[in-house]
Structure formats: structure tokens, C-alpha cells
């Protein structure tokens, strides 16, 4: 399967997930606006979350899958399977046990989270029971990220892109389904929420079962004492937590950050933590949709390339990546700049969600948009690093990021109060993408191919027209105030949007940027 397939099929599936990841916070935003309970869940939603990131999908993730590709292509499958089952034995009890230490220590968390919820003594209560529920979604996602590796390195990547969707799907319908009938007895209908995330924690893990049946990969866990044992002693176990402890200090900087980012907004007006957790929502779509995509392609095949010794494919395929990063994230970043206030006001301005919460959100999204860029090409090139298992990199460029986010806290936030929160991460991701191809470029990993100036002023060029276009949309019709008139005012945005793409493909086109070329290449 070509890289260009491979990225479609992640990226056609995880616009799926975010489109009903959308609609999951455009239903909460109109039941529930922005307020205490709302700030309660999103905190309570974001401890097993940062957990997940922190362990599963970061940490375990970056060294799990370089080592199983590397160990595919040197030993071939049947070593591949043993090593599969070692770590699977290995994961399930640690989850499991940091399950039930989690759901003890909910307080602690929730306090060093967002000790500001303490404002309001309801809502941090609410914070502390939502989190007993949610906790355990760590120990179903872990597994699922192990899944995800298995098939990402086996080239099916339709099944780990597709999983999100049914968290969303579940939310979605706990709150549709479950929310009236707790109101009905007298309980607060946010609850609803907490059991959406453990159905879809559930299903999760359940639709990853066939996929790997498929392939007969399906891992053995084992229960007895000597099995664990085993597991622990397996030299690949070993190699992926001699590379989990450099990777779990560099994805514990990204969620350090997040933790004193959330606590800071905490103690803002309340909302703050909402109109973060809003703009964040439609960040995750350009983020997801390239970046994502491109690492969970790219991660494999590079670390594959290392394995044996093909330093061309290898620096092509990063080449590739990068181009593709800035003929689409940079469109995005400046659609995020000049039309933020009318994608938040035509996606969430309805129901319990006000006009203030739209100016708010608004300047939430403007901040996190600067960084855009930065976001997404991070999802290329550090892969880069972790292909030829040098996790130590990226992790001292993250550690050195973060104190310079934080810097930018002290210099924003009193300013801007939340918005500067979603400003210096924006900068943050600046700094730490260009600090990584700089490194790249310095050891002679990454070679640029010809082409580079031409193709990034066709690039610069064909955004600059499209930036022109949405700021005079944005300016030009009171997306607010068409709130009586939902359907003109959609209709007016798609018409933007696709009158938008149209110009920036077409300038291309008039520059000489054959997309069919270049996709194929």
C-alpha cells in the first residue's frame, strides 16, 4: 500500500472520528454552554485522558512500534508473535493496577489538575466522581494502542483510524439517551457523559479483537505468576521500557504543560477551561486529519527503513511528509487566524451556548491557530527520531519547550487570560518543530529534495489568496447575529469554504503545482 493510500485511509477515518468528535461537543455545548459542570467533566475527562497520552498512546506507543517493526523485518513473524504476547502480558496488568490505584486517588488528581474547580465545592465534587468513573478508560485504551501498533506495523491502518468514532458515537448517545432520564430522577444530566466514555472505552477495545483474529495476531495474555514473569524478562520487553523512559519524560513535558495549563485556567473565570476544551476540539481536526495520519503511516515504514539500512527511502519519505504538511496545514493555519469567530459561532452558537462564549472560544482557537504549523509538522518529524530509536532527542527539545511555553504564560495570561494559555502552546509548537528539523538536517537524516523554494512559494502564495477571501467573509456577514437563521448561516459557510478551496487548488494549478504529480510521488 503507497504512503499516499495509507494516509487517505487514516485520514478519510479520522475525519469520521472528527466529525462525530464535533458533534459530540456541539451537543454538549448546547445542553450544557460552558459552565462549572461542564468545566468539571472536561477535567474529569481529561485525567485518564492525559494518562492515556502519557502512557499509551505516547510513551508505550513510541517505543513499542519501532522495536516490533524492527523486529518483524530481522526475525521475521513468528518471533514477532512471541514478543507480541510478552508485551501484552506485561501492559494488561500494569493498566490494570494503575486502574484501581487511579480510581483511589481521584481527589489528589483532580486537586493537581484543577485545584480552581474549588470555587465552586459542586463542582469539584462532580470533577472527583466523574473521574472514579472515567479512570479505568486508561486500562481499555492501552490495549487499544497496543492493537493499534500491531496492525499499523501490518499495514492496516483502516481499524486503529476508524476505533475513535465509536467513543464518540457512545457520548453521543448517553447523552441524547441517557441525559432526560437522569434529569427525570432528580440527578444532574452531566452524568449522562462519563458513562458514554466507558461504552466507548468498550467498544474500543472489542472491535480491535477481529482485525488482529484476521491476521493471527491476537495477543495471549497470560495469568499466571510465572507467565507475567516472563513477560517482564523478554528482551524486547525489556528494549521497550529501556525506550518508554526517555519517551515517558518527553510526552510527560506535553502533558506537565497541559496540567499547569488546565490549572491556571481553573483558577480564570469559569468557562475558561470549557472555551479551551471548544477551540481544542476543532484544532484536533487539522491536527488529526495530517498529522496523525501522517505519523501513524510514516512511524512504520521509517522505522522499517532504518532496520535495514535504506537511508533514502528514508529521508524521502520524511521529504514527502513535510511537503505535504505545509500544502495543507498552512491554508488551515491561516483559515484559523482570520475565520475563527464564524467557524465557532456556525459550529457551536446554539442553544445554552452564548455570545460570549463564542468571543471567548473565538480567541481560544486564534491562539492555538498560530501554532498550527508547528502542530502537525511535529507528527512527521519526530517520528523521524523514533524510527532510528532515539527517543532521548526529542525529549530534551520538549523539556527546553516546555519552560519556554511557561515563559510565555507569564507573559500572556494576565494579558489575554485564557487565550494566552492557547497562544503559548502555539508558539510552543513552533519552536519545537523547527528545533527538530534543524536537528534532522544537522546529523544528515533528512535531505531536502530539489524543489523546496519553488514549491513553497506556490504554497505561500495560493494561502495568501485564500487568506484574503475568508478575512473578507469573516468581516463581511454578522455571523453572530444569524443565529435566528441557522440554515442561511451554514449555508453561507459552506459556500465560503468551498469558494475558498476552489481558490487556493486553482492558484496552485496556475503556478504549475500538479497535485496528481506530486501526491504520487
Known amino acids: 500500500m503507497s504512503l499516499l493510500r495509507s494516509a487517505s485511509v487514516v485520514s478519510i477515518f479520522t475525519l469520521a472520528s472528527r466529525v462525530t468528535g464535533l458533534v459530540r461537543e456541539l451537543l454538549i455545548a448546547s445542553a450544557f454552554g460552558a459552565s462549572?459542570?461542564?468545566?468539571?467533566?472536561?477535567?474529569?475527562?481529561r485525567i485518564p485522558n492525559l494518562f492515556r497520552r502519557l502512557f499509551a498512546?505516547?510513551?508505550?506507543s513510541q517505543a513499542f512500534v519501532p522495536v516490533l517493526a524492527a523486529n518483524r523485518a530481522q526475525f521475521g513473524d513468528k518471533a514477532t508473535q512471541e514478543v507480541i504476547d510478552s508485551v501484552a502480558t506485561a501492559l494488561a496488568w500494569s493498566v490494570l493496577a494503575l486502574s484501581v490505584l487511579g480510581v483511589l486517588v481521584a481527589p489528589w488528581l483532580v486537586w493537581a489538575l484543577a485545584s480552581g474547580l474549588q470555587q465552586d465545592p459542586k463542582g469539584y465534587q462532580s470533577a472527583v466522581l466523574m473521574t472514579r468513573w472515567m479512570f479505568p478508560y486508561i486500562a481499555f485504551m492501552s490495549m487499544v494502542a497496543l492493537s493499534a501498533g500491531i496492525l499499523n506495523t501490518w499495514k492496516r491502518f483502516a481499524v486503529p483510524a476508524a476505533t475513535p468514532v465509536l467513543l464518540n458515537v457512545s457520548v453521543i448517545a448517553a447523552a441524547l439517551g441517557l441525559s432526560p432520564w437522569l434529569a427525570q430522577q432528580g440527578i444532574e444530566a452531566v452524568y449522562a457523559l462519563p458513562a458514554g466514555v466507558m461504552l466507548g472505552g468498550v467498544l474500543q477495545l472489542l472491535v480491535q479483537i477481529p482485525a488482529l483474529k484476521r491476521l493471527g495476531l491476537l495477543p495471549r495474555i497470560g495469568i499466571r505468576p510465572s507467565a507475567l514473569r516472563?513477560?517482564?524478562?523478554n528482551p524486547a520487553t525489556r528494549n521497550i521500557l529501556r525506550l518508554m523512559a526517555p519517551a515517558l519524560l518527553g510526552v510527560g513535558v506535553a502533558q506537565?504543560?497541559?496540567l499547569i495549563n488546565t490549572q491556571?485556567?481553573?483558577h480564570l473565570a469559569p468557562g475558561s477551561v470549557s472555551w479551551l476544551s471548544y477551540a481544542d476540539r476543532l484544532m484536533e481536526f487539522p491536527t488529526a486529519m495530517l498529522g496523525v495520519a501522517l505519523g501513524a503511516v510514516l512511524m512504520p515504514q521509517l522505522a522499517a527503513a532504518k532496520a535495514t539500512g535504506d537511508s533514502e527511502r528514508y529521508?524521502?519519505?520524511?521529504d514527502w511528509g513535510l511537503r505535504l504538511v505545509l500544502l495543507l496545514a498552512l491554508p488551515c493555519a491561516a483559515a484559523l487566524l482570520v475565520f475563527s469567530q464564524p467557524l465557532v459561532a456556525v459550529l457551536y452558537h446554539y442553544g445554552a451556548f452564548t455570545d460570549r462564549d463564542v468571543q471567548q472560544t473565538t480567541l481560544s482557537l486564534t491562539g492555538y491557530g498560530i501554532g498550527l504549523l508547528g502542530l502537525v509538522a511535529i507528527k512527521v518529524l519526530a517520528p523521524g527520531y523514533y524510527a532510528s530509536q532515539d527517543i532521548r532527542t526529542p525529549v530534551k527539545i520538549a523539556v527546553v519547550v516546555l519552560v519556554i511555553t511557561q515563559l510565555f504564560n507569564l507573559a500572556f495570561v494576565p494579558w489575554l487570560q485564557h487565550a494566552g494559555l492557547a497562544l503559548s502552546i502555539g508558539l510552543g509548537a513552533l519552536v519545537n518543530a523547527l528545533w527538530l528539523l534543524i536537528g534532522l538536517l544537522r546529523r544528515g537524516s533528512y535531505k531536502p529534495q530539489p524543489g523546496w523554494l519553488r514549491f513553497a512559494l506556490q504554497v505561500v502564495l495560493a494561502t495568501g489568496l485564500l487568506t484574503t477571501l475568508l478575512w473578507v467573509a469573516a468581516k463581511g456577514l454578522p455571523w453572530v447575529d444569524l443565529r435566528q437563521t441557522p440554515w442561511l448561516r451554514i449555508g453561507w459557510m459552506l459556500a465560503v469554504l468551498s469558494a475558498s478551496a476552489l481558490l487556493y487548488f486553482g492558484a496552485l494549478w496556475a503556478t504549475g503545482l500538479r497535485l496528481k504529480a506530486f501526491l504520487k510521488r
Open 315 to 318: 529521508a524521502a519519505m520524511l
Open 264 to 266: 491556571i485556567a481553573s
Open 256 to 258: 506537565i504543560s497541559l
Open 57 to 60: 498512546e505516547g510513551a508505550f
Open 36 to 45: 462549572a459542570l461542564t468545566d468539571a467533566f472536561n477535567v474529569a475527562f
Open 230 to 233: 516472563q513477560a517482564w524478562t
